[in-house]
């Protein structure tokens, strides 16, 4: 099967750590290897943000097409909606010349746009992940919220236009209900862990032999609730946070978030317990999984969130706030434990009784292993999406059609 996906903001061969580059990459990026595994052919196009690359660069088995739409250099993401129209057309020429994918897997709603004009033109099925939702994000941000004014409208009629819509956890599919999406266009399949990669045996990031190690991850960004923990660290006097995400390295110190972080830290009288290390390669993420005795994942809201599930498979018991996702992949009391959001005293409460427990730790470690792997990998994925692609292909349009 020839398989399409469109990422215009997320390419699976961006550096993550960034504002606009984190989960959606890792998660296009392994999927596309999945399905490259299982004997299809995939595409992967993204828009082109620099001039340096290639038109196509193979990656995996997997070709990474950079398309051109508005300026080839970094954007925010929220600015690209005006050059959607240009990627639809740019993709209606490739897919009218000399490979014409069977289906289309559209990443976030700009991408869903795109895929949508070329679609309804080439004759070739949609299929949508959101990824994250305007609805959500505005009822957490409020007037922070940088999304264009008619993002929720368009992820609405996307929602009702596409062939299958994949949800990623059952909070979502709530979510799209209450959008007007049908319930029978909606499929629900998770995203993944790599279990080869993440696993319980491997090296170590070195640390303190005498201080417990919370570890928490993920860009740096105000919603990943990394302030939550570091006032929960008041609970913990003989623990140390490290916060993993950001600018590599040593510029993290410039990163304004991290700047207020330090802040943070030092009004909680916690700043010898607080560590941030900036973005870290992936290949290095598993020995920074497994140099902890806990991972907290505290954000306000999370459309799924990989960090547990990447922790689970390291064999790190979590301690996540029951939003989204999290609540589909963490089981309370069983792989770690939930607590509600924007709630440090709860989280700290968790994190001290976990880590006065070392068999709960155990335990939880154990269940946490058995059910990344069982539940969470990317061939499992990969099939089940198969059979979603498999389902739409009779759906196709004829060419030029317009729905």
Known sequence: MRIAMISEHASPLASLGGEDAGGQNTHVAELAAALVD?????????????????????????????????????????????????????????????????????????SGLAALTAGRQTGVPVVQTYHALGTVKRRYQGAADTSPPKRIGYER????????????????????????????????????????????EGPTVPRDPNRSRVLTVGRLVERKGFADVIRAMRALPDAECVIVGGPPGSSVDDDPLAQKLRA???????????????AVPASEMPSWYRSADVVAA????????????????????????????ITDTV?????????????????????????ADPVRRFTYATAAV???RQ?????????????????????????????
Not at 331 to 355: E, H, M, N
Not at 378 to 403: F, H, N, T
């Open 331 to 355: 089981v309370d009391g069983l792989t770690g434990d939930l607590v509600p959001p924007r709630d440090p005293r709860a989280l700290g409460v968790a994190l001290r009784r976990l880590l």
């Open 264 to 278: 943070e830290a030092e009004a909680a009288r916690v700043a010898d317990q607080v560590r941030l290390v900036g």
């Open 375 to 403: 539940c969470y990998s990317w061939k499992r994925a990969a099939e089940q999406l198969i059979a979603v692609y498999e389902a739409v292909g009779g759906l196709r349009r004829p060419s030029g059609a317009v729905a």
């Open 38 to 110: 299982q004997g299809h052919e995939v595409r992967v196009y993204t828009r082109r943000d620099a001039q340096e690359p290639p038109d196509l660069v193979r990656m995996d088995g997997v070709t990474v097409v950079y398309v051109p739409a508005g300026p080839p250099e970094a954007l925010p993401k929220d600015s690209l909606l005006p050059y959607m129209k240009d990627f639809g057309r740019r993709l209606v020429e490739q897919w009218r010349g000399d490979w014409t994918p069977d289906v289309a897997h559209a990443h976030f709603w700009m």
């Open 157 to 200: 009629a996307l929602g009702r236009a596409v062939d299958r819509v994949i949800a990623q956890c059952q909070d979502e599919v709530r979510e799209l209900v209450r959008m007007g999406v049908p319930r029978s266009r909606l499929a629900v399949i998770p995203s993944g862990v790599n279990s080869e990669k993440f696993t319980p």
């Open 298 to 325: 505290a954000p306000w809201y999370e459309p799924f969130g990989l960090v547990p599930l990447e922790a689970m498979a390291c064999g790190i018991p979590v301690v996540g706030t029951a939003v989204g996702g």
């Open 370 to 372: 058995d059910r990344a």
